[in-house]
Each structure stands twice: as C-alpha cells, then as structure tokens.
C-alpha cells in the first residue's frame, strides 16, 4: 500500500513539474494568458508591454495584479474586449504594433519606434491638458516642421531642436506620456491637421519670446494659439 502511495506521488510531481516546464517553454501566443500565470510567455507579454508604455516594472514572468491592469488599458486603448486576460486578439494586437519601424501608407510620415516615443512624449508634456484635437494639433506641428524645409528634416531634429519646445528645455519630455496620447499621435499621422499647417504653436500667458507674436495666427485650439 506504502508502495502505491509512494509511486503515485512521484506520479503527481512529474507531473506537475512537466506542466511547469511546458508553461515556461510557450511561446506567446500558444495559449492564453492570465492572473496566475507563469512562464517565458508572460515574461515576453510585459516586455512588449513595457515597450509601449504599459508595464513599468521589472518582467518576473508572473502574471500578477500590474499585468492585469496594463492589460485592461491596452485593450481599453485598443478597442478590445476588456477582461484583463492576453488571449488571442490581444496578443496578435500587440504583435501587431510591435515593429521597430511603424510602416503604414496611410501615415504621412513613416515613423520608427523611436521615433513615436518622441511624438508620445512631446505631445503628453505639451499637451496633456488639452482636448483631444489640442493634443492632435501638437503633434501635427512636429510633422509640418519635419516636411517643411525650414526645419531639421526628421522628428528627433524638430523635437531637440535648441529652443522649439519648452517641454524639451524644462525636463517635462522626459516624463512617462500616457499610452492614450498615441491615438492623437495616430491621428495627426494619418493627415488630420486641425491647426491648418501651423509650423508654431504658443500659450500667450507663457510666452517668453514676444518674437513669436511676429507670426500670423492661423487658428486657436484650447490654450494655444497656432501659427505659420
């Protein structure tokens, strides 16, 4: 009888440790994901995660409460069933934007990952408390410069430009943006420009240059008044 016990809980550990070592080895997208569980795949799901902004933590492979939570917000951002788990369409979502380079025929500009950090940040530390279409304006004024021959011919030059954005010079870029400004950023790259073609922007009660009121308001968006 001992002896039946015995094989049977070796029976079990195997088992289990075999359970175990096939969650490690999964690769994201072989099965779904959720609260409590583990493995190579769930630490895959936070890097991409923190790739766009969701997960600020370290990666432990350990589908906890923070996972959860960047998941929901993901998916809030993106239209998809909200319940926190990372199964199929939220996965293939993910994959889906995670390209070193966003190539897109819709898009005015095709921008590299680096480059959408720099708009998601220039528009989160300029505009964050603006409208959605304040927000979008923003963002259309990097891209107006970069194709405009005036200006540094890409979106790193625009942005650390001496002096074009105080976000830049007073250390707001730097905070983490808000994964909801990438639709804004989206929207301003697929051709939706509500300032006009405005190549400058300016809060009047912020001002520090009066040379900025030399150029012809196009139109006024919230806060900040838009010029050629």
Not at 113 to 130: F, K, N, P
Not at 183 to 198: F, I, Q, R, S
């Amino acid at each position: 009888m001992k002896n039946k016990f015995t094989i049977t809980f070796v029976m079990i550990l195997a088992l289990m440790i075999f359970m175990t070592s096939v969650g490690e080895a999964a690769a994201l997208g072989n099965r779904m994901l959720y609260f409590g569980t583990r493995g190579r795949d769930v630490k895959a799901l936070q890097n991409m995660l923190a790739s766009k902004g969701y997960f600020h933590v370290e990666p432990t492979g350990y589908y906890g409460p923070i996972t959860e939570r960047a998941i929901i917000e993901f998916q809030k951002n993106y239209n998809l069933r909200i319940d926190g788990f990372a199964g199929y369409e939220t996965i293939r979502k993910l994959k889906g934007n995670y390209n070193l380079n966003i190539s897109n025929s819709n898009y005015r500009l095709n921008v590299t990952a680096e480059e959408m950090d720099l708009l998601l940040r220039t528009v989160y530390s300029e505009a964050r408390g603006e409208s959605f279409e304040g927000q979008v304006a923003v963002a259309s004024v990097v891209i107006n410069r970069v194709l405009d021959d005036r200006f540094p011919d890409t979106i790193k030059g625009v942005v650390f430009q001496p002096w074009a954005f105080t976000a830049v010079h007073d250390g707001q870029f730097w905070l983490d943006p808000d994964p909801s400004m990438r639709k804004a950023v989206e929207a301003a790259l697929k051709g939706w420009d509500p300032t006009g073609g405005a190549v400058f922007y300016y809060n009047p009660a912020k001002v520090t240059s009066y040379w900025i009121y030399t150029r012809p308001i196009i139109t006024r968006i919230g806060r900040h008044f838009f010029a050629a």
